[in-house]
């Protein structure tokens, strides 16, 4: 019996948080301080940061101040309101300016640091999705607990378990790769990815009378509801 929607969803959801919950703590443990020792004198480049966005925000907060004082004041008066809204958008001008020139500096080691961090969640989630779907042989947790099973046919018509590359190819470098990787370089066309690769799945294990996804036709493989468990 075919897999459920909710069921192929559900399961791969948990890997999926699985997954991120070791990364974050292999980031929290030693990633983060090895990411910070790459940028010369980090700490105190991202203290002297966060001040000086504290400062800018501190700023817009007593320009927005004044101006809400020259318009309770102004009463009506359009001319007064007008005279006042032209003087809170040339301070914020000013003081974005000045910010643009004070964090300059700032800029490059930051943009590395951030930058690397998205990098290490991405090689991160793909090394590991990798090892224990391989190593699981598409036996993930979340496929075990939610009692889903991958399977190919043989030649004979009956369910056998699927090969090394089957699931490579079904489980990482068709579900997750290509979404990853644009991820990595545009975080919006990322998230756009997903969702359409995940509404074509939608759709097509929905509506189609064999309930497979590209990758299920492409690997020959089929996602099954497991009632009598590994």
Do not use: W
Not at 15 to 29: E, G, K, P, S
Not at 157 to 186: M, R, T
Request: charged share 20%; hydrophobic share 50%; net charge negative.
């Amino acid at each position: 019996m075919f897999a459920s929607l909710f069921r192929r969803i559900a399961s791969s959801f948990i890997d999926l948080c699985l997954i991120l919950i070791i990364v974050y703590a292999l980031f929290f443990i030693g990633g983060r301080s090895i990411l910070q020792n790459r940028i010369d004198n980090f700490d105190i480049i991202y203290a002297d940061y966060n001040d000086i966005v504290a400062a800018y925000n501190a700023d817009l907060e007593a320009v927005q101040t004044e101006y809400d004082v020259a318009i309770e004041l102004a009463d009506g008066n359009e001319e007064l309101e007008a005279t006042a809204l032209e003087n809170y958008n040339l301070s914020r001008t000013i003081i974005n300016e000045q910010n643009t020139i004070d964090i300059n500096p700032y800029n490059r080691p930051l943009t590395q640091y951030f930058s690397e961090i998205i990098y290490f969640f991405v090689i991160g989630f793909i090394v590991l999705i990798t090892v224990m779907s391989l190593a699981m042989v598409g036996k993930t947790p979340g496929r075990r607990i939610l009692k889903v099973k991958i399977m190919t046919e043989d030649g004979n018509g009956e369910f056998i378990k699927p090969s090394i590359i089957q699931v490579f190819l079904h489980d990482i470098f068709l579900k997750y790769f290509f979404i990853v990787f644009v991820f990595a370089f545009n975080m919006y066309y990322g998230i756009m990815f997903m969702l359409v690769a995940l509404l074509v799945d939608v759709i097509l294990i929905t509506f189609t009378k064999k309930r497979l996804t590209i990758r299920d036709y492409f690997t020959r493989l089929k996602v099954l509801k497991n009632t009598y468990g590994y």
